[in-house]
C-alpha cells in the first residue's frame, strides 16, 4: 500500500493509495481528525485526497438540505446516499486509490448502516448492498464519544440540534458503530481527550498500516 512508485526492472507500476474512512457519531471531532491526519501524510511525502459524506454533488446536496429543513422518507433518504456514494467511488474514491492516492473520508457506508440503521433498517443488509460497489477501507477510525459528551460538544460548536443529533438517535448510532468492533481494519478510538491526543492515537495506527 502507499502512494510510492515501485520499479520492476525497466517499468514503473503505481501502488494503490490507502484508503482512510473516520467515523463515529456527531460532536467526535472527525472533521478536524480528518484535515489533521491529512496534513500529517502530506508532510510524510505522500500524495492525498481528502472529502467527506455526503458529497456537494447533486444527491448529497439533496441529502444535507433535509438534516436542517427536515428528514426525507426512510427510503428516499438511504436511496440518496446510495446514489451519492455511487457517485463518489466512479469520480473520486476509485480513482484516486488508482493512480496512488491516499483517500481519508469524513463518514462513508458506515454512517449509513448507523444512522439509516437507526431509522428501522438493518444495518447488514445496508453494508451488503454498499459492498457491492464501494471498496472496503484500509482502515476504518471509529472516533468514540459518550453521547452526553457529543450532544455538549454539539452545542459549545454553535449547532441547533437537527434530527440527526436527537440522543435517542446518537445512543443508537454508537451502538451499530461499536458491532464493527473487532473487524482487523477497525479502530474504535476514544475522542474524550485533547484535539492533539486524539491525533496522535490516529497517526500510531496509520504509521503502522503503512509500515
Known amino acids: 500500500m502507499g502512494g510510492?512508485?515501485?520499479?520492476?526492472?525497466?517499468?514503473?507500476?503505481?501502488?494503490?493509495?490507502?484508503?482512510i474512512v473516520i467515523e463515529g457519531i456527531d460532536g467526535t471531532?472527525?472533521?478536524t481528525q480528518a484535515r489533521l491526519l491529512e496534513e500529517w501524510l502530506r508532510a510524510r511525502g505522500r500524495s492525498v485526497v481528502r472529502d467527506r459524506e455526503p458529497t456537494d454533488g447533486p444527491w448529497g446536496r439533496r441529502l444535507r438540505e433535509s438534516?436542517?429543513?427536515?428528514?426525507?422518507?426512510?427510503?428516499?433518504?438511504?436511496e440518496y446516499f446510495q446514489r451519492?456514494?455511487?457517485?463518489?467511488?466512479?469520480?473520486l474514491i476509485a480513482p484516486s486509490?488508482?493512480?496512488?492516492?491516499?483517500v481519508i473520508l469524513d463518514r462513508y457506508y458506515f454512517s449509513t448502516?448507523?444512522?439509516?440503521?437507526?431509522?428501522g433498517f438493518d444495518p447488514a443488509e445496508i453494508r451488503r448492498r454498499n459492498e457491492v460497489f464501494a471498496p472496503v477501507p484500509d482502515l476504518l477510525l471509529v472516533l468514540d464519544l459518550p453521547v452526553d459528551d457529543a450532544i455538549s460538544r454539539i452545542g459549545v460548536r454553535g449547532d441547533s440540534a437537527n434530527e440527526f443529533e436527537k440522543r435517542e438517535n446518537l445512543e443508537r448510532c454508537r451502538e451499530i458503530?461499536?458491532?464493527?468492533?473487532?473487524?482487523p481494519f477497525v479502530h474504535i478510538i476514544a475522542s474524550d481527550g485533547g484535539i492533539d491526543e486524539v491525533q496522535a492515537k490516529l497517526r500510531e495506527v496509520v504509521a503502522g498500516a503503512l509500515s
Open 113 to 119: 448502516m448507523a444512522y439509516q440503521g437507526a431509522r
Open 84 to 91: 451519492d456514494r455511487h457517485e463518489h467511488v466512479e469520480q
Open 4 to 19: 510510492a512508485c515501485t520499479s520492476m526492472g525497466h517499468s514503473m507500476s503505481i501502488a494503490r493509495g490507502i484508503f
Open 97 to 102: 486509490l488508482a493512480a496512488g492516492t491516499d
Open 177 to 183: 458503530f461499536h458491532a464493527l468492533a473487532g473487524e
Open 29 to 31: 471531532g472527525k472533521s
Open 67 to 78: 438534516a436542517a429543513t427536515g428528514r426525507l422518507s426512510p427510503e428516499d433518504e438511504l
